[in-house]
């Protein structure tokens, strides 16, 4: 099926802590050709997507940028929905940094040991384990090319860029500032841009400080910051970049 535009929705926007109420990471993405997939998939994500209407039995596949629980404790949940109240029966795709597979499946199985005994599952999770290193034009399972770039935030951050028909997507996940965030940005039509807090921090996250310093060196088109709080939005309000914005859960962007 042929779109106009890849759509894009923010079901997620907030750090560890939902702070001011903001959902786990997770981003929902409809290309102009092919299967939607999600990118992260946080605590909070199954309940995003009865929220926004975006149905989790049509998801071909999901994209973990690394093994925190705010970016894959979705997990479990999806799986149950998938079993009891979508009736998958179509595979999905699980691609993310290596150890992914052991990390998902014990978290699956202490929540609910049903869903991951053998044969419990009416459908086959694919999974595509990625060393974290750089990786360039890597055939994804939905068909188009990803460019994986390791990220500063834990051993197993990686940062991707999909290459879309009609667009090219930079999704960050958790990292501080970088040479490979620099690396991943470039050419982009859209970096999602993980932005903490307003300074530069003692742990591994981006700031608005640094962005406001260093925006020159990403060369994407367009910037959406995610991983923050209300703080960071109102002051990006208060004082602009050009072509940036502060993503607020549900908000939805056409690009392409």
């Known amino acids: 099926m042929r779109r106009t535009r890849t ?10 802590f939902n702070t001011d109420g903001r959902g786990s ?8 050709q092919g299967p939607q997939f999600l990118v992260d998939a946080g605590p ?15 998801i071909g596949a999901i994209f973990f940028t690394h093994l925190h629980g705010d970016h894959i404790a979705g997990w479990p949940f999806l799986l149950l929905h998938a079993k009891f109240i979508a009736r998958r029966t179509a595979p999905l795709a699980v691609v993310g940094p290596k150890g992914s597979r052991n990390r998902l499946g014990v978290l699956a199985g202490s929540c609910y040991e049903e869903i991951t005994s053998p044969g419990t599952l009416p459908f086959r999770v694919r999974f595509a384990e990625l060393p974290v290193r750089r990786r360039a034009g890597w055939r994804s399972p939905l068909g188009f090319d990803v460019d994986v770039v390791p990220m500063d935030h834990h051993p197993s951050s990686i940062g991707f860029r999909f ?3 009609g667009a090219t997507i930079a999704v960050t996940g958790d990292t501080r500032w970088c040479t490979g965030l620099e690396e991943l940005s ?15 921090p003692d742990y591994a996250h981006v700031s ?3 962005l406001r310093s260093g925006i020159e060196r990403l060369r994407a088109r367009r910037i959406v910051l995610t991983h923050l709080s209300n703080e960071v939005a109102r002051a990006l309000k208060r004082r ?17």
């Not at 470039?186 to 530069?200: F, M, P």
């Not at 602009?240 to 392409?256: F, Q, S």
């Open 25 to 32: 990471q997770c981003i929902w993405v409809q290309p102009r």
């Open 7 to 16: 759509k894009i929705q923010f079901l997620g926007t907030g750090d560890a």
């Open 163 to 165: 290459h879309l028909s």
């Open 44 to 58: 909070t994500a199954l309940a995003a997507m009865g929220r926004h209407r975006v149905d989790p039995g049509r």
């Open 208 to 210: 608005l400080e640094e």
């Open 186 to 200: 470039a050419d982009s039509d859209l970096l999602v841009l993980e932005c903490t807090c307003l300074r530069k």
């Open 240 to 256: 602009p970049l050009p072509g940036v914005t502060a993503a607020e859960d549900g908000m939805i962007l056409r690009i392409g």
